[in-house]
């Protein structure tokens, strides 16, 4: 326990040195949704602005009105604004992947991480995150697959039953299952991408064989930080949800805009701060121990001393 | 006081004298036949010991001491269920009294049961057109579903059984096995009765077209070999469609079910006795006045609540609900939304007059719920159920109100869909409206609403242009276009018709048409004529475009333009505009759909000014010009917002200057979306 305390708050301090990074991390979130956002917005507003019907959307949420303009076919298909939506997400994500490696230098540095290491870093690792990626995709979708069919057996078996709540309370189990393997995989794969790095490690099958070996050795230590980290995650957005229902008036745009602005860029904060354990984790237990070659001082052979030096004589 | 004895006694020595001639002339008629067919061995090898020739007037079901209906049929009906196999025996003993003025030959009945067979019409149907619970991707045994007769007996005329012969009069689908035809030997001569004895054996599937077993759970509906409805001088008797319902005559049913003895029974009617049998069976015996239709259901789950009861114009009524367990939490919901149903349809349209209305709540994923039967409804609910979401009091609502629409106005379902589920949703939307507000009769939950006439009409425009209401169920493109025609589109019709004739006027013509055809079969005319005799209106133009027509109605503010009426002045462009400048202006409406119908147009002014303008919609597009000290803000079609078949109530109004605010406020939502999926990518992927 105090292990992992001691994981959570040194990861946590990782993340207090370099908050930088999550503003910048918020700033290119924000800029991708906003373009994927684009062509939503441009419709919404060629066909809601000079409508009258549109002021049943300000007040409240009128869904019949919601459900309207989606129909309509001069509103235009929603599924070329959902698909901008969906390509710039990616986008964030894989730039997020690219810049991940300096996140993690710069988590591991001492001192404030100067630009050039930082993207230095990034252009190092990119390849390396890559294959990493690659790796990471297939272990954790086939294991996510084979979990999911699983929980598909299990669900369709309890449907069976009589007692009405049995394959809901079934699925939440499965669900809740499927979630601790796969945040242990991620922990994996996050020892792994932290040893790429800071180990300078080109060898990538090396560091996830590393990653794994570390991971599963201290599986319950990791896993409870990253758990107790996706709680307050959790605990962000329900917080932040209850807060827009509550307190924000309907009408009220800006309002909600700063709130969810808000709540994203505290949501951000979670995974950085699982990072920052993968790191405080490496820095205490991976690192390779360093090995420094001293010389053996001659043994000193005693030789019969000839007689003590006289004393200084006084003159 | 003589003249008095004679008005009393009268009639009674009338009808007595009447039915002694009756049976003598039944009697007669079986004596007639007797050559041809003497008594023969049924098939149990015991002589057939033929019922009394006539239909009983028991009044044991309703609130009233006379018979409501024309009797026609009487169903006494002893099953057995076997729960473990699903399947029920039985003997149905059908006394038929023929008050179609001719003799009648033959006799075809409904074995509905046997559509669930992959070749039948009613599979073929749903596979292409789609259905309301399942898709048929691929079929699966227990999907199967039979109805055989074992045999049949005639009174007078002998086992006719081998004289069974399917028939298909809609689709002549020859491996459709929902309609089976009896000819008699000798014809059923005008005003006389005629008794079948039939032991029939049904295999029920699992839950289809709200009839089967689900785990241990059972829905009896359409289960029983049906006579058909002699119609307009015809049989008229369809095949099971994947998109009809029923039509049947009124009658008294005595209905036995034996079941074993955990099961909690609910059933049409009144129960009248509960008989615990040695072989840990119990029969529980139904009767029912004045319905067209028997459905019982069974499960050893059930929790029971009927200590509810409603005091109704005519009497008493007994609310028995039936809930699954896990739902128990809403028993008061339901309870209350059968009261509050009851309460306004006897206010809105006239008395309920049976003794009981049972309610319920059916096996969870099953293909039993939102279903009408006399007396009998099935609801919808789950365990999660926000008291913001009113889909369990909708459920509820619509199918109470199909014992005034399919009830006890018995119209036919096959030909008229429109008449029991679009009427029956135009009321649904009245009685929600009223006891949830018309906004949030649907939704009304963390700040989302829907109202139930939108929800109408939104399942309406989505297939407008497909079919028109007044054609056979089984005509429909799909069943999407289906419902949103049967069930959206008339209720949209008939509240846009509310905004012709006026709201009162309306709820008169509904009162009005309830009571003069309950307990009869009317047709389309008979309800859109008197719409126009209460209405005093000729209303031909709207009913031959909404009813009879598929025509689209999309009216649009096509364009407005303010501008100074001395704009050619050099001076005048330059000059600012001040409050004695005068404008010119114009609104420009067009008529985008071939519906034509009169509207309203209001202009809204700078200055506050309103103009009402009225247009008779006869051309493609029409102009309204304007000179004033202030140019147009806003102009609007259908100001009263009566019109709900507008396909597009969007382009019915436009504001010059435009006002982002809920654009703003989407692109708020759908940013937030975009990037938390950008952040939930890179949690789990990075």
Redesign the interface.
């Known amino acids: 326990m105090e292990e992992r305390k001691g994981l959570l708050s040194t990861g946590w301090g990782r993340i207090a040195h370099n908050k930088r990074y999550i503003v910048w991390f918020y700033i290119l ?2 800029v ?3 373009l ?2 684009a062509a ?2 441009n419709q ?2 060629d ?9 049943r ?2 007040h ?10 989606f ?2 076919p ?2 235009g298909t929603v599924s070329a ?1 959902r698909a901008s ?2 390509h ?6 894989l730039l ?2 690219l810049f ?1 490696p300096g996140v993690l230098q710069g988590f591991s540095s001492t001192y404030r991480l100067p630009r050039d290491d930082f993207f230095r870093a990034c252009g190092r690792n990119l390849w390396r ?1 890559i294959r990493l ?1 690659i790796v ?2 297939i272990v ?1 979708g086939a294991v996510a697959s084979a979990l999911f069919a699983l929980q598909g057996v299990i669900v369709k078996a309890a ?7 049995l394959p ?1 309370e079934m699925r939440m189990l499965c669900l809740a299952i499927i979630f601790l393997v ?1 945040t242990a995989l ?1 922990i994996w794969f996050d020892l792994a991408e932290a040893d790429v790095v800071l180990s300078d490690q080109n060898a990538v099958r090396r560091s996830i064989a590393t990653g794994f070996r570390h991971a599963w050795r201290n599986l319950w230590q990791l896993l409870g930080a990253y758990v107790l980290i996706t709680i307050v995650a959790l605990i962000i957005l329900g917080a932040g949800l209850v807060t827009w ?1 509550k307190l924000i008036p ?2 009220s ?1 800006a309002g ?2 700063v709130l ?1 602005q808000f709540m ?1 860029l505290l ?2 904060i979670p ?1 950085f701060w699982q990072r920052g354990v993968a790191v405080s984790y490496y820095l205490e237990n991976m690192v390779a121990p360093i090995v420094v070659n001293t010389l053996t001082p001659p043994v000193a052979v005693a030789t019969p001393s000839p007689l003590p030096p006289a004393e200084p004589q006084a003159t | 006081m003589k003249t008095r004895s004679f008005i009393l006694f009268f009639p009674l020595l009338s009808v007595i004298a009447v039915s002694v001639l009756l049976r003598a002339h039944a009697a007669k008629t079986e004596a007639q036949a007797a050559p041809a067919s003497a008594p023969k061995e049924s098939s149990e090898g015991v002589t057939a010991n033929w019922g009394l020739l006539t239909i009983p007037d028991t009044t044991l079901a309703i609130n009233s001491s006379q018979p409501m209906s024309q009797r026609v049929v009487h169903y006494e009906i002893d099953a057995k269920y076997d729960a473990a196999k699903h399947t029920v025996d039985a003997t149905e003993v059908l006394t038929y009294h023929n008050l179609t003025g001719v003799a009648l030959d033959h006799f075809p009945f409904h074995l509905y049961q046997n559509a669930f067979h992959p070749n039948s019409t009613w599979v073929r149907e749903a596979k292409v057109a789609g259905s309301r619970d399942t898709s048929y991707d691929k079929w699966e045994s227990k999907e199967y579903g039979s109805e055989e007769i074992k045999s049949i007996e005639v009174s007078g005329q002998g086992d006719l059984t081998s004289q069974l012969h399917y028939i298909q009069p809609d689709d002549g689908n020859k491996d459709d096995k929902t309609v089976i035809d009896l000819p008699l030997r000798q014809p059923i001569s005008p005003n006389g009765f005629v008794q079948f004895r039939i032991v029939f054996h049904d295999q029920m599937p699992e839950t289809q077209a709200r009839s089967g077993w689900k ?2 759970f059972v829905l009896g509906g359409q289960w029983f070999p049906k006579v058909g409805v002699w119609w307009h001088g015809a049989w008229n008797c369809h095949q099971y469609h994947a998109m009809t319902e029923f039509f049947a005559d009124f009658g008294v049913y005595d209905v036995k079910l034996t079941v074993p003895q955990n099961e909690v029974v609910g059933a049409s009617g009144v129960k009248v006795s509960e008989v615990k049998n040695p072989d840990n069976t119990k029969t529980v015996a139904y009767h029912g006045d004045d319905i067209h239709d028997f459905a019982w259901t069974a499960s050893p ?1 059930f929790k029971v609540k009927e200590d509810g009861v409603y005091q109704g114009q005519m009497g008493p009524v007994q609310m028995r609900i039936l809930m ?4 128990w939490s809403q028993v008061d919901r339901h309870e209350k939304i059968l009261r509050e149903s009851l309460e306004q349809f006897e206010k809105r349209y006239g008395p309920y007059p049976y003794k009981t209305i049972t309610l319920v709540d059916p096996e ?2 099953s293909a039993a719920g939102g279903m009408e039967y006399p007396t009998f409804i099935t609801g919808g609910t ?2 999660f159920m926000p008291e913001g979401l009113h889909l369990p009091e909708l459920v509820v609502e619509h199918e109470f109100g199909h014992q005034y629409w399919y009830g006890m106005v018995a119209t036919n379902e096959f030909e008229d869909a429109w008449m029991d589920e679009g009427i029956n949703s135009y009321s649904e939307v009245k009685v929600l409206d009223s006891i949830f507000g018309q ?1 949030f009769s649907m ?1 009304n939950q ?6 139930e006439r ?2 109408q ?2 399942s309406y ?2 297939v407008a242009d497909l079919d028109p209401m007044a054609q056979n169920a089984y005509d429909y493109y799909s069943f999407n276009s289906y419902g949103g025609i049967t069930y959206g589109k008339t209720a949209s019709v008939l509240l846009t018709l509310e905004g012709i004739i006026g709201e009162d006027m309306m709820d008169k013509v509904m009162h009005t048409y309830f009571m003069k055809y309950r307990f009869t079969h009317p047709t389309k005319e008979d309800f859109l004529k008197t719409i126009e005799e209460v209405s005093g209106k000729n209303l031909r133009w709207y009913f031959n475009q909404a009813v009879y027509g598929s025509q689209v109605m999309d009216y649009k503010i096509l364009k407005v333009e303010s501008f100074p009426v001395n704009w050619y002045e050099e001076k005048a462009s330059h000059k600012k505009e001040d409050k004695n400048t005068v404008y010119r202006s114009y609104v420009w409406v067009q008529r985008k759909g071939d519906f034509v119908m009169p509207v309203d147009i209001e202009v809204t002014f700078e200055n506050g000014e309103q103009i009402r303008e009225h247009w008779d919609g006869a051309s493609r597009w029409t102009k309204f010009t304007y000179e004033k000290k202030s140019k147009i803000e ?1 102009a ?1 079609l259908d100001p009263e917002h009566t019109i709900q078949i507008d396909r ?9 200057e ?11 939502y ?10 939930a ?6």
Do not use: C
């Open positions: 979130n924000l991708m949704a906003w994927g956002a939503f917005s919404a507003h066909y809601l602005d000079h409508s009258l019907l549109s002021s959307l300000v409240g949420m009128d869904i019949g009105v919601l459900i309207e303009m129909a309509q001069d509103f604004a939506g969906v710039f997400a990616l986008a964030f994500f997020t992947a991940m995150f990626m990471a995709g954790i449907e069976e039953s009589t007692n009405e709540l809901f796969m991620r229902e309907a009408s745009v909600a805009f969810t994203l949501l951000l995974r | 785990r241990d789950r699954q367990p896990a739902h969870p994923d789950s365990w906004r939704i963390l700040r989302a609403a829907l109202g939108e929800g009409r939104l425009i989505g806003s609007e597009n109530d969007f382009n019915n109004s436009y504001r010059v435009g006002n982002g605010k809920a654009a703003r406020k989407l692109t708020n759908w940013l937030f979306a975009t990037q938390w999926l950008g952040q990518l890179a949690w789990w992927g990075v």
